[in-house]
């Protein structure tokens, strides 16, 4: 975990990853799952590297429920943030402690971290389509670690 966070302390984003920062630092950061609305499209698809393929709001809080429960203090530190038109990219280091079963490997108790890169797609002012490919097997890892 050495690489830093983007300190983003006085930094004016553009709309989209200003929602973008408000999705990881405010939503997945203390769980608020009353912001989904706010972030989404009703019928928004989601994939992620923990779970299946979902659509809407509903299913996104359960997977947040989930995510939440399996790691303790889940938080999530951005590293990288790129723009290109109607998408937001870039470099997430997703961590939490391992308090619930996760592929197969029992909870641990440890602080375990891996890396994800997203993908958001937007359609005006909220994300139709969110992609998150993590390193699962580093996570695994960290997981067994002894």
């Excluded at 984003?13 to 499209?41: G, N, T």
């Excluded at 997703?94 to 891996?114: A, C, K, L, T």
Aim: without cysteine; charged residues 20%.
């Amino acid at each position: 975990m050495d690489e830093p966070a983007l300190d983003l302390t006085g930094v004016v984003l553009s709309p989209q990853k200003e929602l973008v920062r408000i999705f990881y630092k405010e939503m997945w950061d203390h769980a608020d799952k009353s912001l989904i609305p706010s972030i989404f499209l009703p019928d928004f698809t989601f994939r992620g590297s923990l779970g299946p393929s979902l659509v809407g709001h509903s299913q996104f809080a359960g997977y947040v429920d989930f995510v939440t429960a399996a790691f303790g203090n889940y938080t999530t530190d951005m590293l990288v943030l790129i723009e290109e038109g109607n998408r937001v990219s870039g470099k997430m280091r997703f961590h939490g402690y391992h308090r619930q079963e996760m592929f197969g490997v029992p909870p641990s108790g440890r602080h375990v971290w891996w890396t994800g890169m997203p993908i958001f797609t937007f359609d005006g002012s909220k994300v139709r389509d969110l992609y998150v490919l993590g390193d699962i097997y580093g996570l695994i890892e960290r997981m067994r670690s002894t």
